[in-house]
C-alpha cells in the first residue's frame, strides 16, 4: 500500500504560480512511477504529468507543456507539480497518483491516489 497526499493548492491569479507536492507513505515510493491529473466539474479526470520511478523520464499534457514541471525527491518520499503561468482554464482538483511498472497517461491504470487539492485561478 501506498499512502499519498496532496498539498500546495490555492487560490492564484493568472498568470501566477503554485507549487503542489504529494508526500507518499507506505510502500518504497521510488519503487512507483508516479502521474498527476486533475478533474474540473462536470468534466472526465484528465492526465496532467507524469514521471517514472527514477525521475528520468517525463511526459506532460499538451496543455501544460512548457509551463508545468514534475519532478521527484524520491529522499524525501515527495512529487512535485510546478505550475507556472496558470491559466483559468487550469482551474480544477488536482491528484496525484502513482503504480508499479511502466509510467502511463491513463488515469485507470494508476492503483494509488491521493485524496486531491484544490487549485483556482482568477481571471
Known amino acids: 500500500q501506498v499512502q499519498l497526499v496532496e498539498s500546495g493548492g490555492g487560490l492564484v491569479q493568472t498568470g501566477g504560480s503554485l507549487r503542489l507536492s504529494c508526500a507518499a507513505s507506505?510502500?518504497?515510493?521510488?519503487?512507483?512511477?508516479m502521474g498527476w491529473f486533475r478533474q474540473a466539474p462536470g468534466k472526465e479526470r484528465e492526465f496532467v504529468a507524469s514521471?517514472?520511478?527514477?525521475?528520468?523520464?517525463?511526459y506532460y499534457a499538451d496543455s501544460v507543456k512548457d509551463r508545468f514541471t514534475i519532478s521527484r525527491d524520491n529522499a524525501k518520499n515527495t512529487g512535485y507539480l510546478q505550475m507556472n503561468s496558470l491559466k483559468p482554464e487550469d482551474s480544477a482538483v488536482y491528484y496525484c497518483?502513482?503504480?508499479?511498472?511502466?509510467?502511463?497517461?491513463?488515469?485507470?491504470?494508476?492503483?494509488?491516489w491521493g485524496q486531491g487539492t484544490q487549485v483556482t485561478v482568477s481571471s
Open positions: 514521471i517514472t520511478w527514477g525521475g528520468g523520464s517525463t
Open positions: 507506505g510502500r518504497t515510493f521510488s519503487s512507483y512511477a
Open positions: 497518483a502513482a503504480k508499479s511498472g511502466l509510467v502511463t497517461t491513463t488515469p485507470a491504470s494508476y492503483r494509488y
